[in-house]
Nanobody, 118 residues
Framework: QVQLVESGGGLVQAGGSLRLSCAASGSIFSASTMYWYRQAPGQQRQWVAFITNGGRRNYADSVKGRFTLSRDNVKNTVYLQMSSLKPEDTAVYYC????????????WGQGTQVTVSS
């Protein structure tokens, strides 16, 4: 059974920083492309960033230059460093794993709330 467990969310003032973590159990992590998504109240879930098993990264335009994604294949953990946070970054953040690199998420975490106050 694969589990993804996010942590690191919280309340921060605009301009501040947070680091989210997503720890994966099971043997799938090193092979997977790992994603972060977010969902604000009343809005659809949107893609934030991904990192491939080879370390290639891509970011949504809304977070480019402010968020940095990294992974530790020994700890089976992916990190989302968020800086210069804005109130519009407020959302529940989810990590997800695409094991076969199909673009379809195979596993999801439970989410962690990030709230940015103005």
């Amino acid at each position: 059974q694969v589990q993804l467990v996010e942590s690191g969310g919280g309340l921060v003032q605009a301009g501040g920083s947070l680091r989210l973590s997503c720890a994966a159990s099971g043997s799938i992590f090193s092979a997977s492309t790992m994603y972060w998504y977010r969902q604000a109240p009343g809005q659809q879930r949107q893609w934030v960033a991904f990192i491939t098993n080879g370390g290639r990264r891509n970011y949504a335009d809304s977070v480019k230059g402010r968020f940095t994604l990294s992974r530790d294949n020994v700890k089976n953990t992916v990190y989302l460093q968020m800086s210069s946070l804005k109130p519009e970054d407020t959302a529940v953040y989810y990590c997800a794993a695409d094991v076969l690199t199909t673009g379809t998420m195979d596993y999801w975490g439970q989410g962690t709330q990030v709230t940015v106050s103005s």
